[in-house]
């Protein structure tokens, strides 16, 4: 269109309107190694300290000749676990490797956009205690798949009456899910950003 003095319009000027240019998308969060490096090496220290505790643990202790240590506010009870806490699930020892793969390969795939240090070692725990007790259900007797789980601590008493009795992988589990958990609540994402929470009123 021409307005006067001979100018040209365009479509958008002659209706008025006016060409805003879109912002170009920010660069996709990227892989960081460092916070790689922090849940890899938390998850090999993680495997690497339960594996040397249950092999003191099976060289020195004996089933049902606990150790009182602490005032009897900790027990090392040998006992070697089918199933999960408490003993639940002793018949379908199985299933606790299928769900650990489950967890590495989800670990594996949260790792991808890793760039959180915090996160990296939430879930390098969360790695260590899953392996060290894939490593078990593997390798111990009975056999592949079916193996029994070296667990040693037991809280107040010697025969889990007011805990489960656990090793170390459990507790790194335990430790790296609060944290999760916690960075969850507090808006700290894996991509290393972070979301203000603020009170509704």
Request: aromatic content about 8%.
């Amino acid at each position: 269109m021409q307005a006067a003095g001979g100018t040209t319009l365009n479509a958008d000027e002659a209706t008025g309107a006016t060409a805003v240019d879109e912002p170009a998308p920010g660069p996709r969060p990227r892989l960081s190694g460092r916070a790689v490096a922090v849940l890899g090496a938390t998850a090999v220290v993680a495997v690497a300290l339960d594996q040397w505790v249950k092999w003191l643990s099976t060289e020195n202790l004996e089933e049902g000749h606990p150790v009182r240590i602490l005032g009897g506010l900790i027990y090392l009870s040998l006992l070697r676990n089918s199933g999960a806490a408490f003993s639940l699930g002793s018949d379908y020892t199985w299933v606790f490797p299928v769900i650990t793969l489950i967890v590495i390969g989800w670990i594996g795939y949260m790792a991808t956009r890793l760039r959180s240090l915090p996160w990296a070692l939430a879930l390098g725990l969360v790695l260590g205690g899953a392996l060290g007790n894939l490593i078990d259900r593997l390798f111990r007797a009975p056999g592949f798949l079916h193996g029994h789980v070296v667990d040693m601590v037991s809280l107040f008493g010697p025969y889990a009456e007011y805990f489960a009795v656990f090793n170390i992988a459990d507790s790194c589990l335990s430790v790296g899910v609060v944290l999760a958990v916690l960075l969850e609540l507090t808006g700290r994402q894996r991509d290393g950003s972070r979301i203000s929470v603020r009170k509704k009123k």
